[in-house]
Structures are given as structure tokens and as C-alpha cells.
């Protein structure tokens, strides 16, 4: 690698981490909702796919089905989603959002709509485009 790329991926490194600390200050200053940024994903990935097994939500948070244990815990507490027993195998239990549920994300995605146009409300349509085909590559 040669040098002058290796000074640009530092400073890269650097300005990636202070948008994404930026990010999660916005989201703890102006969070009403007193859930975290995995709440509301495994709410909107129930929301859109439908009931899903703790395995399927741990795998695309890319976290551990302990971890989706202890997040779906406090939904579960709040009542924004449930949990049953699947149908045809009563060993494996499915999680899906219930009505409160639904009205939380609702509410969640509001919060994030005006998150995001505070911190990317200068690009254009065409630079969110670039940016994300530029993070899709990455990953």
C-alpha cells in the first residue's frame, strides 16, 4: 500500500468514527423513545419479514442469539412484541411486533427520518446514492 493511501485510509478512519460517534450522540440526545438503534431494528426487521425465529434476528443484527435474548426481553416487557411457540416444532419459539409494537416503529422512524436529515440533509440524492455504493463495497 503505498503511502499517500495509507495516510488517506487514517484519515478516512478518523472522520468515519467521528460521524459515527456524532450519529449515536444525535440518537441519545433526541431519542424519545428509550430504546436503542437494535431495538428498533429488530422491530422493523419483524415489522417487514414477519415472525422470526431468535436465530434469524441474531443473524441479521450479526450479534449473538444471547444478545437477541437480552433485547427482545425488555420488547417483550413493554409489549411491543411476543413470543410463541412455532406450530410445528413446539421447541422452537417465533417472535413477531405486536400492535404497540407497530406504533413504536412508527414513532422510531420518525425519529430516525429527522436524525438523518440532520446529519445528511446537505447531500444530494445523488451523493447518498455514492456513499452507500461506496459502504456496499466495502462490506
Known amino acids: 500500500m503505498s503511502e499517500l493511501k495509507r495516510e488517506q485510509l487514517a484519515i478516512l478512519f478518523e472522520t468515519m468514527t467521528s460521524l459515527e460517534r456524532r450519529i449515536a450522540n444525535e440518537w441519545n440526545h433526541h431519542n424519545e423513545l428509550d430504546f436503542s438503534k437494535s431495538y428498533i431494528l429488530i422491530l422493523d426487521f419483524l ?76 447531500l444530494t440524492a445523488d451523493e447518498i446514492k455514492t456513499l452507500r455504493t461506496i459502504f456496499e463495497k466495502c462490506i
Request: no cysteine; hydrophobic share 35%; glycine share 8%.
Open 47 to 122: 415489522a417487514m419479514e414477519g415472525p422470526k425465529r431468535p436465530s434469524a434476528i441474531a443473524e441479521k443484527l450479526k450479534i449473538t442469539t444471547g444478545g437477541v435474548t437480552v433485547l427482545t426481553t425488555k420488547l417483550l416487557h413493554a409489549g411491543y412484541i411476543e413470543k410463541t411457540q412455532n406450530e410445528t416444532d413446539r421447541r422452537a419459539s417465533q417472535i413477531h411486533i405486536t400492535e404497540s409494537g407497530l406504533e413504536i416503529l412508527a414513532r422510531s422512524r420518525h425519529h430516525v427520518e429527522t436524525l438523518f436529515e440532520h446529519i445528511f440533509g446537505m
